[in-house]
C-alpha cells in the first residue's frame, strides 16, 4: 500500500512528462542534431561539424544577438522599476481594493494580442491620441513620428510584460511580514535603509521569479518588434522566423536557434548570479 | 520623555526600543546580524560592533547560536534574541509589548524572572505592556490600567492597584473579585451598605470621597481570598453571610467555592488549602456561612 501511493505523484506526472519529451526535448535534439552533425547523402552520420555555428561569427549576427540582449534586459529593467513599486502599492496599500486592482492588471489579457498591437497604433500614430492631445496642449506644432522605432517597441514590451513582473513581486510582498518594517524603523533604520536591507533581501524570489519570466520571453520576442519597429532593427527572434518561414533555409534558423538559446541560458546565468549576489545579505563569518 | 517632548520625532530617531509581541525577526538575517542590526547602522566601528554583540550574545547564553536563522530557533530563544536585539543598542526605554503572550507557561515564569534581573541590572526604565494581570503585578513597579476606550483609568504600584482600585473596571481586570452593588446609609453614624433581599453590611469610610452621599448608588467590591467561609457561627467580623455552595473547583494551593446567596447573586470565595486533612469538609449544596471584615471592602462609584 505504501509503495503504491507513493508512486502516484509520479503516475500522474507521467502525461505531462510524456507530452514535455515528445514536443519539447526530441525537437531541442533534432535540433541540436542538425546544427552539430553532417549527414551523407544517404542520411547516414558522418561526424561532428561547427562549420552551421561558425557561419554565424560575423559581426552582423553579433549586433542581432547584442540588441536582443539589450532588448530583453531594458525591457526587464523597465518593467522591473514601474513593477515594483506598482506590486508595493498593491500588496501594502491595495487593502479591500487590492482584488479589483489585480483584476485591473490580468485585464487586458482577455483580449488578443494583436488587438492590442492595433489599439497602440491608434494610440502612437501621426493623427493619435498622443499626438493630438499633445498639439492641443500647445508642447509641439507638428506629430511626432511615434511608430516604427524603438520607442515603440519598448512602450509596447513594457505594456505586454509588466503583469509578468508585478504578479510574483506582488505575492512576495503579500506574504512579506510588515511588522519587520516596524522593526527596522524602531532600531534605527531609515525608509531608505530598511527597503534595501529588510524588504529588498526578503522578496528577492519574487523579484528574481518576475525578472526571468520577463527576461528569457523578451529576449526572444519577435512579434513586437516586428509590429511596431517596422524592419528596420533585427532582433534574434525576427532572424529566426525569417530563416524558419523562408524556403529552404530551415537547417540555418535551427543553428541559429542553438546559438541563441546558449547565449539566452549564459546571460541568464550571470543575471541570476548577478541578483543574487545583490539581494543577498552578507552573513558574517568571522564572528 | 525625560523631559522632551518626543511625539514629533520621527521612529528611527527614538531613544526608544521596542520587542515585538511575534518578535519581528529578521528571517534572513543569522542571530549576529539581527542584533548587529542597529549597530550597524550606526556605522560604528567593526571590532566594537563585535564584541558588543559578542558580550550580549554571552549574557543571553545564546553563543551558541550565533550562525543560526530565527526559523531554527525555539520561542525562548528567538524571545531572547528579539530582546537582545532591542537592548544592545542601549536605548533610555524599552518597550515590550505582551513579550511573553507566545511562550507556553512554564516558561513564561522563568523568562518572567529573568526580565526582572535583567531590568534590575540595565536600569533602563521597560515599559511592559500586557493583558495578562499576574504578569503586570509580577513586574511592575508602576502600572497603568487602561480601559477598552484607551483612558487610563489607575495609576499606581501594584499593591495599591490590586487592594485599593478607583473604579470597578480596574477592580474587576485585575484579579478576581466579587462586585455588590447597593445603597450608601446611615453615614454619620455607622456607615452601612444596603443591598437588596440581603440587608445591610458595615462599611468603613474612613477614606471618604466626594461622590459619597446619603443614600447614593454604590457598588462594593470584596476580594475572593478577602472572606472567610466556615460551616460554623464564628465571632469578631464585623459583616455575616449566609449562602449555599454551588460548585467548589480545587486549584491546588487554594480552593474556589462559588456561593449562591439567598437573593440569587453569587460570589466567588477562595479558601488556602493549608492542611492535608482539614477539620471541617465543605461540600456541594452545603449552608455556609461567610464573613469579611469592613476595613478589606472596597466602595466604588457606580
Not at chain 1, 179 to 191: M, V
Not at chain 1, 269 to 287: H, I, M, S, V
Not at chain 2, 160 to 177: L, M, Q, R, W
Amino acid at each position: 500500500m505504501q509503495d503504491r501511493s507513493s508512486n502516484l505523484p509520479f503516475a500522474i506526472g507521467i502525461p505531462a512528462l510524456l507530452w514535455q519529451i515528445l514536443f519539447f526535448y526530441v525537437p531541442l535534439l533534432l535540433m541540436v542534431g542538425t546544427t552539430l552533425v553532417t549527414f551523407a547523402e544517404d542520411g547516414s552520420f558522418t561526424g561532428l561539424t561547427l562549420q552551421n555555428i561558425g557561419r554565424f561569427v560575423t559581426p552582423v549576427y553579433g549586433r542581432v544577438i547584442l540588441s536582443s540582449i539589450l532588448l530583453g534586459l531594458s525591457n526587464t529593467t523597465l518593467c522591473l522599476l514601474i513593477g515594483y513599486p506598482l506590486a508595493y502599492f498593491l500588496a501594502f496599500t491595495g487593502k479591500r481594493f487590492k482584488n479589483f486592482f489585480l483584476f485591473l492588471l490580468i485585464v487586458p489579457f482577455w483580449t488578443n494580442f494583436l488587438l492590442h498591437v492595433y489599439a497602440w497604433f491608434f494610440v502612437l500614430e501621426r493623427n493619435g491620441v498622443v499626438n493630438t492631445a499633445l498639439i492641443h496642449l500647445g508642447l509641439i506644432e507638428t506629430p511626432i513620428h511615434f511608430l516604427n522605432s524603438i520607442f515603440a517597441i519598448m512602450v509596447m514590451m513594457v505594456y505586454y510584460y509588466l503583469p509578468f513582473m508585478v504578479l510574483p513581486i506582488y505575492s512576495s510582498l503579500e506574504r512579506f511580514d510588515k511588522r519587520l518594517i516596524e522593526a527596522s524603523l524602531d532600531l534605527g533604520a531609515t525608509s531608505l535603509e530598511t527597503f534595501r536591507k529588510i524588504v529588498l533581501p526578503l522578496t528577492r524570489r519574487g523579484i528574481v521569479g518576475g525578472f526571468f519570466l520577463v527576461y528569457i520571453p523578451s529576449f526572444a520576442e519577435f512579434a513586437i518588434p516586428e509590429l511596431m519597429g517596422g524592419d528596420k532593427l533585427m532582433f534574434v527572434g525576427n532572424a529566426i522566423s525569417h530563416y524558419v518561414l523562408g524556403e529552404g533555409t530551415g537547417s540555418l534558423g535551427a543553428s541559429f536557434t542553438v546559438i541563441s538559446c546558449a547565449i539566452l541560458l549564459l546571460t541568464s546565468g550571470f543575471l541570476y548570479w548577478l541578483l543574487e549576489k545583490l539581494l543577498t545579505p552578507k552573513q558574517r563569518c568571522d564572528a | 520623555m525625560g523631559n522632551e517632548d518626543i511625539s514629533d520625532c520621527p521612529i528611527n530617531k527614538r531613544p526608544i526600543n521596542i520587542v515585538f509581541q511575534n518578535y519581528a525577526l529578521f528571517p534572513h538575517l543569522n542571530v549576529f546580524e539581527n542584533i548587529a542590526y542597529s549597530l550597524k547602522l550606526k556605522k560604528l566601528p567593526k571590532i566594537l560592533i563585535q564584541q558588543k554583540v559578542l558580550k550580549i550574545l554571552e549574557a543571553f547564553h545564546l553563543e551558541n547560536h550565533i550562525y543560526k536563522l530565527p526559523s531554527q530557533l525555539s520561542g525562548g530563544q528567538q524571545q531572547r534574541v528579539a530582546l537582545a536585539r532591542a537592548i544592545v543598542g542601549e536605548p533610555d526605554l524599552l518597550l515590550l509589548d505582551e513579550p511573553l503572550a507566545a511562550l507556553d507557561f512554564k516558561l513564561r515564569e522563568k523568562v518572567l524572572l529573568e526580565l526582572i534581573e535583567l531590568q534590575e541590572k540595565l536600569k533602563i526604565t521597560f515599559v511592559y505592556v500586557t493583558h495578562d494581570q499576574f504578569e503586570a503585578l509580577t513586574v511592575a513597579d508602576q502600572m497603568a490600567i487602561m480601559n477598552h476606550e484607551g483612558t487610563i483609568e489607575q495609576i499606581g504600584r501594584p499593591k495599591e492597584i490590586y487592594e485599593f482600585p478607583v473604579s470597578s473596571f480596574v477592580a474587576k481586570f485585575v484579579g478576581t473579585t466579587n462586585i455588590l452593588p447597593g445603597r450608601l446609609c446611615n453615614l454619620d453614624e455607622a456607615p452601612e451598605i444596603e443591598i437588596a433581599d440581603l440587608g445591610h453590611f458595615k462599611v468603613d469610610i474612613s477614606q471618604k470621597k466626594t461622590w459619597m452621599s446619603e443614600g447614593c448608588e454604590m457598588v462594593m467590591s470584596i476580594r475572593p481570598e478577602k472572606i472567610f467561609i466556615t460551616k460554623k457561627i464564628t465571632k469578631n467580623f464585623s459583616n455575616h453571610l449566609i449562602g449555599h455552595v454551588h460548585s467548589i473547583v480545587y486549584h491546588g494551593r487554594s480552593t474556589q467555592y462559588n456561593i449562591v446567596l439567598k437573593n440569587g447573586m453569587r460570589l466567588q470565595v477562595f479558601e488556602q488549602n493549608e492542611e492535608h486533612f482539614p477539620q471541617e469538609v465543605i461540600d456541594y449544596d452545603n449552608e455556609v456561612h461567610l464573613y469579611w471584615q469592613k476595613e478589606n471592602a472596597v466602595l466604588l462609584e457606580r
